[in-house]
């Protein structure tokens, strides 16, 4: 894993969650997210959260892409 888990946090300010996992991806990309972070956002195990806090809990459970 290229980042920190934690550091998703900047990427996300702003979203009004809940937020889909499309959602949190299109703001990270939007706010120039590394490339790894925002597939990860695609692809994590839940469809929607409802903050920040579950979005960086399940980047860090989750297994890293590749």
Do not use: W
Not at 13 to 23: H, I, M, Q
Not at 37 to 65: K, Q
């Amino acid at each position: 894993m290229d980042f920190d888990p934690d550091d998703a946090r900047q990427y996300l300010e702003g979203v009004d969650y809940p937020a889909s996992k499309e959602d949190l991806a299109s703001a990270a990309e939007g706010k120039g997210a590394p490339e790894e972070l925002v597939a990860r956002l695609r692809t994590l195990g839940r469809p929607d959260f409802s903050g920040p806090d579950e979005v960086v809990a399940e980047l860090e459970s989750s297994p890293t892409a590749g």
